[in-house]
């Protein structure tokens, strides 16, 4: 599976980005997809993650309310939709398909990474 994470970039504090992956090699629906971020001296961390069919979904506590997590089957691309950005948000966002259609919260349930993209938010 290859995965190309974009829509990164600058934002001010309260803006909006949404974040797009799209992926190839697999049948897109029947693996879930995760969206990780790793700020600069810190470990990685969970952000979102939906299952194979999109039903089902995961938030961290730091994101929720904020950011929403979809995916286009048919498109085979996932998105994460960041509102109300906070500078605290800012890290290299990963995308990840992961080895069946259980939306992991651990990176360890993730079998193929995206390369990453750059959020920064300021003002």
């Known amino acids: 599976v290859q995965l190309q994470a974009c829509g990164g970039g600058l934002v001010q504090p309260g803006g909006s980005l949404k974040l797009s992956c799209a992926t190839s090699?697999?049948?897109?629906?029947?693996?879930?997809m995760g969206w990780f971020r790793q700020a600069p001296g810190k470990e990685r961390m969970f952000v979102a993650s939906?299952?194979?069919?999109?039903?089902?979904?995961y938030y961290a506590n730091s994101v929720k309310g904020r950011f929403t997590i979809s995916r286009d089957n048919a498109k085979n691309t996932a998105y994460l939709q960041m509102n109300s950005l906070k500078p605290e948000d800012t890290a290299i966002y990963y995308c990840?398909?992961?080895?069946?259609?259980?939306?992991?919260?651990?990176?360890?349930?993730?079998?193929?990474w995206g390369q990453g993209t750059l959020v920064t938010v300021s003002s």
């Open positions: 990840a398909a992961a080895g069946s259609s259980y939306p992991y919260r651990d990176y360890t349930g993730y079998a193929y």
């Open positions: 090699g697999r049948t897109f629906s029947s693996y879930a």
């Open positions: 939906i299952s194979g069919s999109g039903v089902s979904s």
